[in-house]
């Protein structure tokens, strides 16, 4: 699943189904279409919708008339477990409005009524970056009711759009490394092809993927820097060229690449705190060093004060002025160890 790191300020798209409810009679057919609705630009989307295997089966699934023209992997059903899969990019990004994702062909099998909905879905901004804009995943409400006796009038037959051409794997791999530009982590790459579009796909340990787009210079090399917005851990990285969005490599090498440490996943606000704690333990360090010392001061103070008023007295008085030195300077320490 295509996911991002760090969102922007606010979130900007979201991923709907249309229709959003409905009727239906045993044996009907249900086009739905996922669509995606953003106020950005946007260039890579992917998603699991669930449906209700107790009164659907899905027929059929299709990416033709989709946004996406570049696949990372095909859309795909699940008839046993009600899932439908998909995942793929907009190459050169999707501007922003309304457009649809896939379509997906239903047929009602049983009475009941159930829902369709997102288990997860992503929407990821066109800002090199693969920011997670995503903002809100739909659903919708269906029922199906036994065929009425009445027999309805033949509806002509669905026509067919005809499908996107499947992406050939007829070019050369690319070869990629790790490096830097300007101070920080970069893929580099080398290919046989200039000006042409390469796709990068970062897979993190627990598999969630991150696809980000670039386009090689005029001798088929390319430099990208590695998102600042991905979390800290390791990373899986290769890269693909693709032309014409139909043509396209095997993925090149795979190569490791860790990101941040223990502070980076620390955000500003934290910092602040930290700082502040830090601030408020030297004050209070300081403060108690003063107060020491100058506890110190007044100790030997009273010290020297008593010797000489006891150099001036005898006998009982003598004594008197002992137990009140001693209970001042008993004070005086109790201060020191505030």
Do not use: C
């Not at 794997?169 to 830097?180: A, G, N, Q, R, V």
């Not at 796909?201 to 090399?221: C, P, Q, R, W, Y």
């Not at 602040?272 to 030997?300: D, G, M, P, Q, S």
């Not at 008085?317 to 030195?325: C, L, R, S, W």
């Amino acid at each position: 699943m295509l996911l991002s790191l760090a969102p922007l300020s606010a979130k900007a798209a979201a991923l709907s189904l249309s229709p959003t409810s409905g009727a239906f009679e045993i044996g009907d057919k249900i086009t739905v279409k996922i669509i995606v609705s953003s106020s950005v630009s946007i260039n890579a989307i992917s998603g699991t919708v669930s449906f209700p295997t107790s009164i659907f089966t899905i027929e059929s699934v299709s990416k033709s008339g989709s946004i996406l023209n570049f696949w990372v992997s095909e859309p795909n059903f699940s008839q046993g477990a009600g899932t439908l899969q998909f995942e793929g990019v907009a190459l050169g990004g999707f501007q922003g409005g309304t457009g649809a994702v896939i379509t997906a062909v239903l047929r009602a099998t049983k009475v009941g009524s159930g829902t369709i909905s997102f288990k997860s879905g992503q929407v990821l901004a066109n800002d090199g970056q693969g920011t997670d804009v995503t903002s809100d995943l739909g659903e919708a409400t269906f029922s199906v009711e036994a065929k009425k006796e009445t027999s309805k009038l033949p509806m002509p037959e669905e026509i067919k759009k005809p499908e996107m051409p499947e992406q050939q794997l007829t070019l050369l791999s690319p070869e990629i490394s790790l490096t830097k530009k300007f101070g920080e982590q970069a893929i580099a790459g080398i290919s046989s092809y200039p000006q042409t579009q390469v796709l990068l796909t970062f897979i993190s340990e627990n598999g969630i993927k991150i696809v980000i787009t670039g386009i090689t210079d005029n001798n088929g090399e390319f430099v990208l820097l590695v998102p600042q917005t991905l979390k800290r851990g390791s990373y899986k990285v290769s890269a693909i060229i693709t032309q014409d969005n139909i043509a396209r490599s095997y993925a090149s090498n795979e190569i490791t690449v860790k990101i941040g440490n223990i502070f980076s996943d620390i955000s500003w606000w934290m910092w602040l705190i930290i700082i502040l704690l830090i601030a408020a333990l030297i004050y209070l360090i300081i403060r108690r060093f003063f107060v020491r010392r100058e506890a110190k001061e007044a100790e030997n103070a009273v010290h020297q004060s008593f010797k000489l008023l006891r150099e001036e007295t005898d006998g009982e008085i003598k004594k008197d002025m002992k137990e009140a030195e001693d209970l001042i300077a008993k004070e005086i320490k109790d201060i020191e160890e505030i």
